[in-house]
T-cell receptor, first 112, second 112 residues
Framework: EPEVTQTPSHQVTQMGQEVILRCVPI?????FYWYRQILGQKVEFLVS????????KSEIFDDQFSVERPDGSNFTLKIRSTKLEDSAMYFC??????????FGNGTRLTVT | GENVEQHPSTLSVQEGDSAVIKCTYS??????FPWYKQELGKRPQLIID?????GEKKDQRIAVTLNKTAKHFSLHITETQPEDSAVYFC???????????FGSGTRLQVQP
């Protein structure tokens, strides 16, 4: 069964540094998402992406965040200047139309 | 925006007993209600979903019921097994706004 793949699985960075989290959605999916989950808390929506543009974003997705689909397969989340409170598990997800949402295994981001 | 409330936050049952987790949603336009199971350190995985044109859906030991009038939906797990132990999240989405809003999660512990 095809899967959403994310790299790296764990990223440690210093406060103020930029990080890029990478995702390869399932190949025939059209809608792409980033969610985050702070340890022990619920899954929170960050941004959705469709037709090469952001279709929706939450209050969490402020100016320090950006997303990009640089080619036909990758989908990236960039955090420009990381803060301690950005430490979380970041999940990429994708779906085809009205089908179910498929999550990747996540990237655990630790900001020190 | 949509708000999803989930309870209980923790649930402990004996193996073989049934478990019920309940969620309420705020936006009457929501029409899609999935349930995800998340094991420790892993990604959320879809276990069952229901759309607003259906009142109940069953898949082996798992069933979901939806009451559109009351704006609540429930997950029922029968004949629980230790491997059912995990955190379960409900979610909801409205047409056009394709992002899921998650509940806060229920930690289910099945005691052998």
């Amino acid at each position: 069964e095809p899967e959403v793949t994310q790299t790296p699985s764990h990223q440690v960075t210093q406060m103020g540094q930029e990080v890029i989290l990478r995702c390869v959605p399932i190949s025939n999916h059209l809608y792409f998402y980033w969610y985050r989950q702070i340890l022990g808390q619920k899954v929170e929506f960050l941004v959705s992406f469709y037709n090469n543009e952001i279709s929706e974003k939450s209050e969490i997705f402020d100016d320090q965040f950006s997303v990009e689909r640089p080619d036909g397969s990758n989908f990236t989340l960039k955090i420009r200047s990381t803060k301690l409170e950005d430490s979380a598990m970041y999940f990429c997800a994708s779906k085809i139309g009205e089908g179910p949402l498929h999550f990747g295994n996540g990237t655990r981001l630790t900001v020190t | 925006g949509e708000n999803v409330e989930q309870h209980p936050s923790t649930l402990s049952v004996q193996e073989g007993d049934s478990a019920v987790i309940k969620c309420t949603y705020s936006d009457s336009a929501s029409n899609y209600f999935p349930w995800y199971k998340q094991e420790l350190g892993k990604r959320p995985q879809l276990i069952i979903d229901i759309r607003s044109n259906v009142g109940e859906k069953k898949d082996q030991r798992i069933a979901v019921t939806l009451n559109k009038t009351a704006k609540h939906f429930s997950l029922h797990i029968t004949e629980t097994q230790p491997e059912d132990s995990a955190v379960y999240f409900c979610a909801a989405s409205v047409p056009g706004r394709r992002a899921l809003t998650f509940g806060s999660g229920t930690r289910l512990q099945v005691q052998p």
